[in-house]
């Protein structure tokens, strides 16, 4: 959607402009007119004359035809109206600032609805309802009725939260941060964060985009529109409601059902979107990337002259994904010709509490050549030495001109708030504290090291799919929701997925010869269509070693089942070989998310996911890098790669595996669940030794 | 040590005082004048005169008898004159603020043990060298270099680092935060974190003690001293160098040897010191403990204008250990009696972006009156009808009136910095973001359960001590280093730690017997006090099931371990029982830290103690609370419990041996390592199957 019109608009009007200070209509009015927004500004007003200078028309009908912007705030029941009036003079776009929509219940739900209907098929622009309104520096429009004014920028902000706006915007008033765009997304009733991923990607003026989510309104295309732009521009995102108790308060304010926290982080991954853990880390990310160069690598250099300090930030550094760069032996020699003897050549770098700005200076010089220094950071303590103002030109002095990163820890308050405004002037991100510092580089050297990931690979997966087909409808014919056992083995097979030699035993006889056949030990299964959970029933025995172990065990099972179940028809017992010595269970699945589609997952057995919670979760389709990071990716990794001694488990079959879940998911929209469990991974190869499956009602 | 005359001395000598603005020995005596010191102070200088009005004596021997404190700021050359001189006239106290001791090297290192004897034998309080000095609100003393100058207060810091302690008194002067005393340790050639707690703890105008380490000088001692304190005020700690770099960053700084993090957290555990992982988090903590009362409970109640960060608020807490409170029915009529419609009233409570300051006071009392609430937090965006100051005024009085801790989270800048300041000064916390609001939340109520719990049960083992000793003594006097099997077996069962059924087999054939007696299946490992790591050597057979495996088993590991160890002295092999089915393996073990003595662990076989890292640690001596927590405190304490409808472990025998490990610790210094490994832990009891000592050299 273009959204020319919303945010670089001509002609604005301000529907239900007032002269009264205070009244939203009157704030709005007058934000336009202090923007300096230079196009044709018309309020209306019923009873017309002037309103802050401007003459105001009685109704949206007078307004001229082909009017770009209608910012509405009149009361709830006019707002519709007024929409339908908008829109027969062809009006391009309009912003909702009234309440009282979705976020009341159900008549207001139907009113959105009815508001979005008009928008859509007038190919109207709609911000909100129930929003802050939107502001554009460079094209110098602000429709909104916050109190403060932002400077212009290249950060790009939008939040689902009006509240949230306010604050930002006073924050960003003291903290000296500029913005491209600023908007209140409101009810989302037409235009989303989508939307606003689309518009503000292709936006020369926004180099780094923020976005508060309560939830997102359409997994499919946000995924679509993020993916756009993250190799592009850096896409930070606040997700709240991520808890349990966030997101009952999620549904109770705004209407919002909050998508689970694993397919948002699945779904932030897939896209390449950063995500921010609390809104100050939002800002410091943004401070960082709207300012600095994209780091070539995780190797950090301090440069301090204050120890306990250093060593904090080298504590913070080591916790995160960067490295405290080993200086070269030459910038070594370099760094012994001026420091002190008593100052630390090694990483961090401290020049000693009597350090000067000449003292930094040669020494950032020196350590921002080092080719093995990707990025810097300088820690600074206001000693009675230090000139901090001096210092802080240094640092801006090297962040010009060395090419890498360059970020500023300032520490304290009077003492370090002219380094501050020198720093924040010429584009240095700057802290108050080594570890925000910290947490900002790391952001950057992951971004830089995902943008650099190569094209993900995609890989083939041969199958039947008409047979897979014929046994899915086959299902549904049947009424039967649960695919499992002899099915499930099917559908294995359609999908060349190995499964165990398998015989279907009707009776203790037939399991013998089966058992024989196959080669004891042997696995006996409880084979029911109406018994998914066959543990539940004592339905499974293993390592049966003999003839009389498997007859005796037969009627076991059988008999316990019919007891247990007596609905269910059961057919008598599957017979399969144990699995090779030596291999490992795994547990591969998929759900499908309500937003984001196909969430598939994987983790090792037994305790491991369902007590450690030990999971690596991806959104649907997979690439085969996704499919290794998931094996590689689960803390009990080390068992897969062999531990005391025993061998590797067969990763490329594993991967194939998990890359055949994924082309299931997206073969089948009605499959809705699905598990591979257990899979077991052996020296040799992987075989999936049981196999349930979902269909969607 | 008494610290008084440091403290809050009558008199104060300026050693090195100068006329010349810039120089240490002028901002010292400057210092002292403006902070008001009313008692006599006395610069000394070599050229006499008048310095600052006063008028200076040339030597220190001119000081008159019975000083109590002198401030050392002259060449590194002269110190220990000048403080030979202190120690001739009596001086009670000194602090050197002079530099070039142990921090640059052996020369230093010498010259610092000789200050610390001089000190030591005349008993003065002695505080650096190399520090920023000290300060006493209270007492009028401003014995530092500092240019800052703090507010009195309650809180009280000391820190390792001299630089932390500048950024720290430039940062609180910014924020408003007063201080009781401030103290910069320097390089602790006497006085040191110990001290410190002992003196702040007893001092009634300290409410709360902070520190910055970045090591501990005498472990027990600090343990002994904090433990004194934490009952009766909060000790919060920043420990720095806690990863591989940090650690190598302070031993390079400060040549401080880091302890491991693991001891630092048992130890900080144990004496009930809460850490604080960032710098901001340290000050943040602090003004939460010196204004707030303790939480009776964990239940928190947000209030709020600001739907979003409402929402941030409720994540955050859900993150913690608090509980988002449920109110009570009656509260919840109060509330529907006076909110608007669209409020939810459910915590977070969202009063709505257009609340006026009386409709936070109607619900903060109504909120506050509720027992199901513990502790209340208001988060607050300045909108355009907010009146700041007058709902921070509403939060002031709640605090003041409900006898519950209150804590404000104004967002954004410019617009909320008077609400700001009516907290600050009214004494509640107030923050700009949610989450750290609620972590200091989550501290305070953390450390009211601590409180709150019992005095720890201390449990008798009964042990054969004599027998014991025998055994240690014997492998002395034979110059072994490393106790095991055999003779460990003796040592267990001198603490009557149950074992396996274990014979000692010469021969093939005593094997055979042996297993025969102890019955099938049988476990087989090789027994030489040489091979300590049996399975390195491939040393232990288990599961044999018959007399032929068993022969075959001797021969092979006998054989194997000869030829891959031929310098050992092969006794033969161990046959045991096999572990009960059902049986669980765990580890319990202890390492002797350097500073804090014994540091037992506890963790499950296999992966989770090596790979997964799943290792709960608490230093000896251990109560029973102890023992109990350190099994529910790993993530695999499911596999205890029983998962899959395994039945749960005996747990009173694994707490038995944990606490038998600890007394083996306390009793034998001697012992420097020890594990029990494998523990088979079963549903009737758990038996030490294996075990390794090893004794200090």
Redesign the interface.
């Known amino acids: 959607m273009d959204l020319q019109a919303l945010f670089s608009p001509q002609s604005v009007a301000v529907i239900g402009a007032s002269a009264t200070p ?1 009244k ?1 209509g009157h ?1 709005v009015l007058k934000n336009m007119i202090d923007a300096g927004f230079p196009g044709r500004l018309i309020p209306v007003n019923p009873k017309g004359g002037e309103i802050e200078g401007l003459p105001a028309v009685t109704s949206v009908a007078e307004l001229p035809r082909g009017l770009d912007l209608g910012v509405i705030c009149i009361p709830r029941q006019f707002v519709l109206d007024s929409l339908r009036e908008l829109a027969a003079i062809g009006a391009r776009a309009a912003i909702v600032i009234t309440a ?1 929509f979705k ?2 219940g159900r008549s207001g739900y139907h009113l959105e609805q009815e508001m979005a209907g008009i928008a859509r098929e007038h190919g109207m622009a709609l911000l909100g309802p129930n929003c802050l309104g939107l502001i554009d520096t460079a094209a110098r429009v602000n429709a909104t ?4 004014k932002p400077q212009p920028g290249s950060i790009a902000f939008f ?6 706006c ?10 000296g941060v500029g913005f491209s765009s600023f908007v209140s997304l409101g009810n989302k009733a037409v235009l989303d964060e989508a939307d606003m991923l689309q518009w503000l990607g292709r936006d020369d003026k926004t180099r780094v985009i923020l976005g ?1 989510l ?1 939830n997102v309104q359409d997994g499919q295309t946000f995924l679509a529109r993020a993916t756009e732009v993250t190799r592009n521009k850096p896409v930070i995102m ?1 997700k ?7 997101a ?3 549904s ?3 209407g919002a059902i909050a998508g689970s926290d694993q397919a948002y982080g699945a779904a932030f991954h897939k896209a390449g979107i950063i995500r921010a853990e ?3 880390e939002l800002f410091d990310l943004a401070r960082a990337f709207a300012t600095q160069p994209l780091p070539k690598g995780p190797n950090l250099a301090v440069v ?9 930030a ?6 995160s994904r960067l490295i ?1 760069a080993s200086l070269s032996p030459s910038t070594l020699d370099k760094l012994k010709a001026f420091l002190p ?2 100052a ?1 050549l ?3 770098i ?1 020049i000693i ?1 009597d350090a000067d700005a000449e003292r930094f200076r040669k020494t950032l010089a020196a350590v921002a050549a080092d080719e093995h220094v990707h990025s810097l950071l300088v820690v600074l ?4 030495t230090a000139d901090v103002e001096a210092i802080a030109k240094a640092v801006t002095r090297i962040a010009r001109e060395s090419g890498k990163p360059v970020f500023g820890c300032f ?7 002219a380094g501050h405004s020198i720093l924040m002037e010429a584009g240095v991100p700057v802290y ?5 510092a910290i947490a900002s580089i790391e952001a950057l050297a992951r971004y830089a090291e995902w943008r650099a990931s190569p094209e993900p690979e995609w890989v083939e997966i041969t199958r039947d799919l008409n047979e897979a087909r014929r046994i899915i409808e086959e299902a549904r014919r049947w009424g039967v929701r649960e695919i499992v056992e002899f099915q499930a083995q099917e559908l294995l097979r359609a999908y060349n997925l190995p499964t165990p030699q398998t015989r279907l035993a009707r009776s203790s006889e037939e399991a013998a010869t089966a058992a024989g056949e196959i080669g004891y030990p042997v696995v006996l299964k409880i084979a029911s269509a109406q018994i998914s959970h066959k ?1 539940d029933v004592g339905g499974v025995a293993v390592g049966l070693k003999n003839l009389k172990e498997v007859l005796h065990a037969f009627t076991d099972i059988t008999s316990r089942a019919q007891r247990m179940r007596p609905e269910a028809y059961i057919m008598g017992c599957l017979v399969q070989a144990m699995a090779p010595k030596g291999s490992r269970e795994v547990i591969v699945g998929f759900k499908r998310d309500d937003q984001f589609g196909p969430l598939v997952m994987f983790g090792l057995g ?2 491991y996911v ?3 919670k030990d999971i690596s979760f991806r959104l649907a389709p997979l690439s085969l890098a996704d499919a290794r990071d998931m094996i590689r990716e689960v ?2 990794y ?2 897969l790669k062999g ?2 001694g025993e061998p590797a488990v067969n990763f490329q079959a594993l991967e194939r595996i998990i890359l055949t879940m994924s082309a299931l998911a997206m073969d089948f929209p009605e499959i809705y669940e699905a598990e591979f469990n257990p899979v077991l991974a052996g020296e040799q190869g992987a075989i999936v030794a049981d196999v349930r499956l979902s269909l969607s009602s």
């Not at 939040?159 to 949230?164: E, K, V």
């Not at 709240?240 to 966030?246: F, L, R, V, W």
């Not at 301090?304 to 904090?312: E, M, R, S, V």
């Open positions: 205070g939203i704030t009282g976020e009341v009725f916050a109190t403060g939040s689902q939260s009006g509240a949230l306010v604050a930002i915007l006073d924050w960003a008033a003291g903290a508060y309560e606040l709240s409601g991520t808890t349990a108790a966030g009952r308060a999620a109770s304010h705004t609390r809104v100050s301090t002259n204050a120890g306990g300090p250093g060593i904090l080298a504590d913070a550094a080591e916790r405290m003897a008593y630390s090694y990483n961090p401290d509490g303590a206001p000693t009675a520490m304290g308050s009077q003492g370090v708030v108050q504290f080594p570890e925000p543990s037994g305790i369902e007590v450690l803390r009990s080390m068992l531990f005391r």
